[in-house]
Nanobody, 121 residues
Framework: QVQLVESGGGLVQPGGSLRLSCAAS????????MGWYRQAPGKQRELVATINSGETTAYGDSVLGRFSISRGNAKNTVYLEMNTLKPEDTAVYYC???????????????WGQGTQVTVSS
């Protein structure tokens, strides 16, 4: 089975920075897209950033210019560099991967367990 394991969340002051990491493991044939979503209390889960196998990136409007997504050399790891953090960035951040396993001919979405990011003074 596939696992996505996140790390790097925590408490940071406004204006500070954090780096999230996510590693995918298991019997994986191909990873098409990896990304990050977040969910704040009482709000819907929203897109933060994605990166596909061709290294094309996309960002949510609220993080554009402050956050940067990248993939590791092994291509099964994704990073989210978060700068100039604001209190409204406080949320649980979830890693997502659209990938194919041997039992399927198309990709499907997998999710990590989430990591808390709190921006507060």
């Amino acid at each position: 089975q596939v696992q996505l394991v996140e790390s790097g969340g925590g408490l940071v002051q406004p204006g500070g920075s954090l780096r999230l990491s996510c590693a995918a493991s298991g019997n994986i044939v191909s990873i098409y897209v990896m990304g990050w979503y977040r969910q704040a209390p009482g709000k819907q889960r929203e897109l933060v950033a994605t990166i596909n196998s061709g290294e094309t990136t996309a960002y949510g409007d609220s993080v554009l210019g402050r956050f940067s997504i990248s993939r590791g050399n092994a291509k099964n790891t994704v990073y989210l560099e978060m700068n100039t953090l604001k209190p409204e960035d406080t949320a649980v951040y979830y890693c997502n991967a659209n990938l194919r396993v041997p039992q399927r001919i198309t990709g499907m979405d997998y999710w990590g367990q989430g990591t808390q990011v709190t921006v507060s003074s």
